[in-house]
């Protein structure tokens, strides 16, 4: 079974950075994308990032471009969000999830997802 293990998650002052690790095991099949997704109490689940395994393309988020970057290691099936500059917005469970290439915002389009990493940020 695939399984999906955040971790890097923490409490930090804003303008601080934290770097999240996504670490893939087991066998995956028509995973072409690896996304990040955040949710803060009491909001929906929304798109952060997403990059390809092939090819490394990178897509953000309008609230997180110039601050996050996603990238992957394919030997180490580990995918990373470095994140710099936070706000206290930026708070809330980050997830990363595996996904097809059809809608890379929409969090339908992944599976599976991992149990989260708890970003809080403080002003």
């Known amino acids: 079974q695939v399984q999906l293990v955040e971790s890097g998650g923490g409490l930090v002052q804003a303008g601080d950075s934290l770097r999240l690790s996504c670490a893939v095991s087991g066998r995956t099949f028509g995973g072409y994308v690896m996304g990040w997704f955040r949710q803060a109490p009491g909001k929906e689940r929304e798109f952060v990032a997403a990059i390809f395994w092939t090819g490394g393309a990178t897509f953000y988020a309008d609230s997180v471009k110039g601050r996050f970057t996603i990238s992957r290691d394919n030997a180490k099936n580990t995918v990373y969000l470095q994140m710099n500059s936070l706000k206290p917005e930026d708070t809330g469970l980050y997830f990363c999830?595996?996904?097809?290439?059809?809608?890379?915002?929409?969090?339908?389009?992944?599976?599976?997802w991992g149990l989260g990493a708890p970003v809080a940020v403080s002003s």
């Open positions: 999830a595996s996904g097809r290439d059809s809608n890379l915002p929409t969090p339908g389009g992944y599976n599976p």
